[in-house]
């Protein structure tokens, strides 16, 4: 079973950056087109940034401009770098393939806060 673990989330002031990485087990990483989604407190999970085998990336329009989404095949990890950070932005960030799988992983939580 295929396993994510998200890290990077913390506390940060409105305008702030953070940035999160995703450490994914499996041997066909490379492969697969790889996503950050995020959940907020009584929504549901969305998209967020999208970032395909060949390198495109997608962003959802609340984030464009703002983050910017990377991958290492050589070390199987997918990093979110978020920069102007605003308090809507809080949520549990999690890492999948796109479409996403079955299992999620714990994420990592984002708090935009002053």
């Known amino acids: 079973q295929v396993q994510y673990v998200a890290s990077g989330g913390g506390l940060v002031r409105p305008g702030g950056s953070l940035r999160l990485s995703c450490a994914a087990s499996?041997?066909?990483?490379?492969?697969?087109?790889m996503g950050w989604y995020r959940q907020a407190p009584g929504k549901q999970r969305e998209l967020v940034a999208v970032i395909s085998s060949g390198s495109s990336t997608y962003y959802a329009d609340s984030v464009k401009g703002r983050f910017t989404i990377s991958r290492n095949n050589a070390e199987n990890t997918v990093s979110l770098q978020m920069n102007s950070l605003k308090p809507e932005d809080t949520a549990v960030y999690y890492c999948?393939?796109?479409?996403?799988?079955?299992?999620w992983g714990q994420g990592t939580q984002v708090t935009v806060s002053s």
């Open positions: 999948n393939t796109n479409p996403a799988g079955a299992y």
């Open positions: 499996g041997s066909t990483f490379a492969s697969y087109n």
